[in-house]
Nanobody, 126 residues
Framework: QVQLVESGGGLVQAGGSLRLSCAASGLTFSRYYMGWFRQAPAKEREFVAAISRGGGTTTYGDSVKGRFTISRDNAKNTVYLQMNSLKPEDTAIYYC???????????????????WGQGTQVTVSS
């Protein structure tokens, strides 16, 4: 079955960096558009970033533009999220998600994604 497994979360001070990974199995990874979302306590799940199947097209949520970078390695069936200049408001559980289609006009639409990981906690201290 399809599995998406996130890793790389942890506790970091404001201004620091983390790199999240999401390892996929049970699917032909190169056929899937991939996204990252996050959810803070008592808040709705928020779109962070998305990437095309070949990695040539990316898009970001406004709150992370210029600080976060999404990338992928299809040979390793893995998508990454490099997070720099972290802020306390970036604290959340981060999820990766995948689907064989993408609506670039609205990549944040949750039902667009068929598969989700279990999430990894990122905590940024002030």
């Amino acid at each position: 079955q399809v599995q998406l497994v996130e890793s790389g979360g942890g506790l970091v001070q404001a201004g620091g960096s983390l790199r999240l990974s999401c390892a996929a199995s049970g699917l032909t990874f190169s056929r899937y558009y991939m996204g990252w979302f996050r959810q803070a306590p008592a808040k709705e799940r928020e779109f962070v970033a998305a990437i095309s199947r070949g990695g040539g097209t990316t898009t970001y949520g406004d709150s992370v533009k210029g600080r976060f970078t999404i990338s992928r390695d299809n040979a390793k069936n893995t998508v990454y999220l490099q997070m720099n200049s972290l802020k306390p408001e970036d604290t959340a559980i981060y999820y990766c998600a995948g689907d064989q289609t993408m609506d670039w006009s609205n990549p944040s639409r949750l039902p667009l994604y068929d598969y989700w990981g279990q999430g990894t906690q990122v905590t940024v201290s002030s």
